[in-house]
């Protein structure tokens, strides 16, 4: 009885750290079209810069919104440097992005080398907090409540701002956003930072449970691909739902059949492309 | 100064040696090692030990072994099968090397055996496959460091016999290296009186341990067997999940080189290893302070078990006179080699090619500011077979996912 | 002209043992034919129907390991790899049927998911597949009774295995229904408006693309004589289809200089470049930028630019740089 407890509980609290990793991600294949391999590059790239930083005295939470922010610099120059000169031609943004997987994966090698690092919880978050009479790590807790504090301020943003609504309209019809004078090029650097940032504050943030390593990008990256394609391009509430069905997934899958692990992931994965290819949520065809 | 060759500068000198008049001089050639390594990918960690590990050996060779001199040619394998084949193929045929140290993974290794038995290339690698020396040896293999279960058998009589554990639940990646290491565990404990009452195999990938930590209950000990960079995520998790029961490692799980990376959770791990740094033999203390200066880290037993082949390589040289070209010599000279004074104590082989040493049964503790492993046991000559006899032990199934099975 | 510069290209390829200077080169030739075959494969959906997969190393890997399943039991070189084919085939059908629900990024994320079911199934399924460990078999096939264990034996049967996959492309584009697949990626609602079932195009021409894959995997399972689940991860499929694209989608030429590219960077520049990697990401960025229609179409540009640079000016019309020529 407790195992379903603390596995539902834990579903919960993976898919608070599923939805920071993989909002990014949507945004960016919801308005700009492009899968964005370099995502999960990002995600590690950030973990690695927050360790730096920490190691010079930054606190953990100053470094997640630095290390957020170098890796949305990172973001922008790849954008307009290199995606711009590719609008339109979605298969080359995806190889590139691929390629500079691999670039951003060697660099980490070269410059933190190849030993893992640990990134020690944040002060007043260790240790363990009951939940209905069993103990739950009050960190994972903690990604829940950020997570959720996220969904409700990306949701402020898209819903109640004019860059959201520019943001909307660009996903729903970029022909017509331009036309109605929308500086659709602007906001897809814009919003590629935004998907930027949060992959390197959700990496810092994912740091104290999965620590940094080389071969963490191609671990989370996964993740984030089936948790959009299940929950839906282009959808913040696709998202946030795809992210606890994945965490419940992973959970319950990896308990009850560990030896299908990989399996559990994609086959859903599978049936919602088949079935449904624009996901749960989301709106246009894909 | 270090005369390590890359590649480059191997084929600049050579063609730059090629436009000199050499006078005719019966000048020896330079005796060449190749190393299979992983230096890109996720098995970097341990790759780029290994190389340190080979490169402070030749440093304190002064790249000069039984007279003669000797050179590394470093191949990167990039951790997967079809890339170890070629890069074995590029070290045989192109580069021809006289022996081979490496490479990292038993699946590499698996790869190449059947090729490089062909070429007769002697190979002193740290893969731990337990076949390799067992039911389909090859006969140009040395293994100076351990099978899989090697180190695990005298950590689960430690288990049964001193710390009286009764009940364990095993968790090691669900792969060849994870299965070999538990059923070693398994048999030698349940042998002991133990009992095996789970065993949980999450996938070489896995995030997040904690379906498989909320199954552990009900028992005296928790045995892992991680390698890598999991090790890290495992204790952490573990830690943070609230569990408070002791932990038994394998080798690697709790290797000297990983403790820098580790904190307070690694505190109490008991591991056994057939490396340990603080093993006090004057080839250990050069050795270990060598890398200390070298590359600012305690060595873990990827450093060492390079270094440990480098010695091999060097005695078996020495007992050939130096000469590389009979392999069967080569490989008979470097399967009789047997040395007290090495950075792993006293060892030599059996007839498998196997290692017979000492194996060491360490604590983690913090030691001021830093992490150390401390031996509080020593096993003397403890061969692939523990204390079974050899071919009964050859009779029965390799170690594997469901052997030995869990008893219900 | 043409026609004899690609026979002068055969024939050199032809010949290559003979000049490529060491054993070790000529199993890096044969790595690139077997590549080269199959990015070929590959680019028979990617470029001329469009269809961009990303799980292709999925039936590069089926073939390989129905081939060594069938060879540890026991069969002879004919079941093998008829065999191994077979169950490609079988396979390919299964992933088109799939895959061709959706187009564009739909069609590619489901091959991906296909491509990762089969490698969660090669890692974990231990009993069907050894899991990590792979497969080894022993030996190569002795077609005709010659033995293909020496390294140019085994690159002069890979060869002809090459030229026959290239007539087969060749014969495919030039044909009527080459000339459909084409049609069905250019402009698909009047192709159905014709009267063309333009699903069953797409289904044979990933039939054909899964068979040669299936081929290719064949080869390299006897050139390695080992399989295991790293031959079907997803940066296997993403290599070979950067092998595609850096070389040229619209050409037969392009997916072969790009599978030389890929195998000469990973086996032979690594050796002498220790930050291989990322010099690798590096290049396939570059051509996707500069040269996005790959490395063939570019260079011929290039060449075509440079002549027209070299030529004297003479005072009548000359080629403008980009021009034409009329060719």
Redesign the interface.
């Known amino acids: 009885m407790?195992?379903w407890l603390?596995?539902a509980v834990?579903s919960i609290t993976?898919g608070g750290l599923l939805f920071l990793l993989s909002a990014g991600f949507s945004l960016i294949f919801g308005l700009m079209?492009i899968?964005n391999l370099t995502h999960g590059s990002f995600f590690m790239l950030g973990a690695y810069l927050a360790t730096s930083l920490i190691a010079r005295g930054f606190n953990f939470w100053t470094a997640a919104l630095v290390g957020g922010l170098l890796v949305a610099a990172l973001g922008g120059i790849v954008e307009r440097l290199?995606l711009r000169?590719?609008a339109g031609?979605?298969?080359?943004q995806?190889?590139?992005t691929?390629?500079?997987?691999?670039?951003i994966?060697?660099?980490c090698?070269?410059v933190w080398?190849?030993?893992?690092?640990?990134i020690?919880?944040p002060a007043g978050l260790r240790g363990?907090t009951s939940v209905l009479g069993l103990?739950f790590?009050t960190?994972?807790l903690a990604i829940s409540l950020i997570a959720v504090i996220f969904a409700a301020a990306l949701w402020a943003l898209l819903d109640r701002t004019r860059l959201g609504a520019m943001i909307r309209a660009g996903v729903d019809d970029p022909a017509m956003a331009r036309v109605v004078g929308i500086r659709v090029s602007r906001l897809f650097t814009i919003v590629f930072c935004l998907g930027a940032w949060l992959a390197g504050f959700a990496g810092v943030i994912g740091g104290?449970?999965?620590?940094v390593?080389?071969?963490l990008d191609?671990?989370?990256l996964?993740?984030a691909?089936v948790v959009v394609?299940l929950g839906g391009t282009g959808s913040l509430v696709g998202s946030l739902v795809g992210s606890f069905v994945v965490g419940f997934l992973?959970?319950?899958g990896?308990?009850m059949f560990?030896?299908?692990?990989?399996?559990v992931l994609?086959?859903p994965?599978?049936i919602v492309?088949?079935v449904r290819?624009q996901g749960l949520f989301g709106r246009q065809?894909? | 100064m270090s005369v390590r060759l890359s590649r480059r500068s191997f084929l600049v000198g050579t063609a730059l040696a090629a436009t000199l008049p050499v006078p005719a001089l019966a000048q020896s050639k330079p005796v060449r090692i190749g190393l299979l390594t992983v230096k890109?990918?996720?098995l970097?960690?341990?790759?780029?030990q290994m190389e340190q590990g080979i490169t402070r050996f030749l440093k304190d060779r002064n790249y000069t072994l039984a007279g003669r001199k000797a050179e590394l040619v470093v191949a990167d394998t990039g951790g997967n099968p079809a890339g170890t084949k070629t890069k074995t193929q590029e070290l045989v045929e192109r580069d021809n090397v006289d022996l081979i140290v490496g490479p990292l993974a038993a699946f590499e290794l698996l790869a190449i055996t059947d090729y490089a038995a062909q070429a007769k290339m002697p190979i002193l690698s740290l893969a731990a496959a337990e076949d390799m020396t067992q039911r389909r040896p090859n006969p140009y293999f040395v293994r100076a460091s351990a099978t899989s279960a090697q180190s695990m058998h005298p950590l689960a009589d430690y288990a049964a016999k001193e710390l009286r554990f009764k009940r364990v639940v095993t968790i090691s990646e669900?792969f060849a290296f994870g299965h070999e290491q538990m059923g070693g565990f398994h048999r030698v404990f349940e042998d002991a009186g133990g009992r095996v009452v789970k065993k949980?195999?999450?996938?070489l990938?896995?995030?997040?341990y904690?379906?498989?930590l909320?199954?552990i209950s009900g028992v005296d000990a928790v045995v892992q067997g991680f390698a890598?960079?999991n090790p890290?995520?495992f204790m952490?998790?573990y830690q943070?999940?609230?569990l408070k029961l002791p932990v038994l490692s394998g080798s690697v799980g709790c290797d000297d080189?990983?403790l820098?990376?580790?904190?307070d959770e690694a505190i109490g791990v008991i591991s056994c290893s057939a490396y340990t740094a603080d093993l006090d033999t004057p080839s250990n203390k050069r050795f270990a302070e060598g890398m200390v200066r070298d590359y600012g880290n305690i060595p873990g037993i990827y450093a060492a078990g390079l270094y440990i082949n480098g010695m091999v390589a060097e005695a078996a040289l020495e007992k050939t006179g130096g000469k590389t070209e009979d392999k069967e010599a080569l490989i008979k000279a470097l399967r009789a080699v047997s040395l007290t004074d090495t950075p792993r104590g006293p060892f030599r082989f059996d007839h498998l090619g196997n290692v017979i040493g000492n194996f060491y049964i360490r604590r983690c503790e913090r030691k001021g500011d830093k992490l150390v492993n401390t031996t509080i046991k020593t096993y003397p000559n403890v061969s692939q077979f523990w204390t079974y006899d050899e071919k009964w032990f050859l009779a029965q199934p390799v170690y594997s996912r469901d052997y030995p099975p869990v008893k219900s | 002209m043409k026609r004899l510069a690609l026979v002068a290209a055969l024939a050199i390829l032809a010949a290559a043992p003979l000049w490529v200077g060491g054993t070790y080169y000529v199993n890096v030739a044969s790595q690139i034919l077997i590549y080269a075959i199959f990015a070929l494969g590959v680019n028979v959906l990617a470029g001329y129907a469009g269809l961009?997969s990303l799980g292709h190393a999925g039936l590069f890997g089926i073939a390989a390991y129905g081939g060594a399943k069938l060879m540890s039991a026991g069969h002879g070189q004919v079941v093998v790899t008829v065999g191994g084919l077979a169950v490609t085939l079988v396979a390919a059908a299964f992933f088109a049927t799939?895959s061709l629900?959706?187009t564009?990024?739909?069609f590619?994320?489901?091959t991906?998911?296909?491509g990762?079911?089969v490698?969660?199934?090669a890692?974990?399924?231990i009993s069907l597949t050894n899991g990590d460990n792979g497969i080894s078999i022993s030996g190569r096939p002795r077609p005709f009774g010659l033995s293909l264990a020496s390294p140019a034996g085994f690159y002069w049967a890979t060869f002809v295995v090459f030229l026959a996959a290239v007539a087969s492309m060749a014969i495919l584009v030039a044909s009527p229904f080459g000339a459909s697949v084409r049609g069905t990626r250019d402009q698909a609602r009047r192709m159905n408006a014709l009267g063309y079932h333009v699903w069953m195009i797409r289904f044979l021409a990933f039939l054909f693309s899964g068979f040669w894959s299936g081929v290719a995997g064949i080869l390299y399972l006897y050139y390695n004589q080992f399989v295991s689940p790293q031959m079907v991860a997803?940066?296997a499929s993403?290599e070979v289809?950067?092998m595609v694209?850096s070389g040229g989608t619209a050409t037969l030429l392009g997916p072969i200089v790009g599978a030389g590219l890929v195998v000469v960077m990973k086996n032979v520049a690594s050796a002498y470049i220790e930050?291989w990697?990322?010099v690798?990401?590096?290049?396939?960025?570059a051509i996707?930028?500069f040269m996005?229609d790959g490395l063939v179409p570019g260079t011929v540009r290039l060449g075509r630019w440079g002549l027209a640079a070299w030529r004297p000016r003479a005072p009548s019309a000359v080629p403008a740089p980009g021009e034409d020529d009329g060719r």
């Open positions: 407790s195992l603390v596995l834990n993976l079209k899968p290199i000169r590719l031609a979605e298969l080359a995806v190889l590139v691929l390629g500079l997987s691999f670039m994966a060697d660099v090698l070269m080398t190849g030993d893992p690092i640990r020690d919880t363990a103990g790590p960190y994972r104290p449970i999965l620590s390593y080389p071969g191609g671990e989370m996964p993740l691909l394609i992973y959970n319950f990896q308990a560990p030896e299908l692990a990989y399996v994609f086959l994965m599978l492309l088949v290819p065809t894909v | 890109t990918g996720p970097a960690q341990g790759g780029i669900d949980l195999w999450p996938p990938v896995t995030p997040d904690t379906p498989y909320a199954q890598g960079s890290l995520k952490k998790q943070d999940q609230g080189a990983l820098k990376s580790f904190g | 961009v799939l629900r959706a564009g990024l739909g590619v994320m489901i991906v998911a296909l990762q079911i490698w969660g199934v890692y974990r399924w997803l940066t993403a289809l950067l694209i930050r990697n990322f690798l990401g590096a290049i396939f960025v996707v930028v996005p």
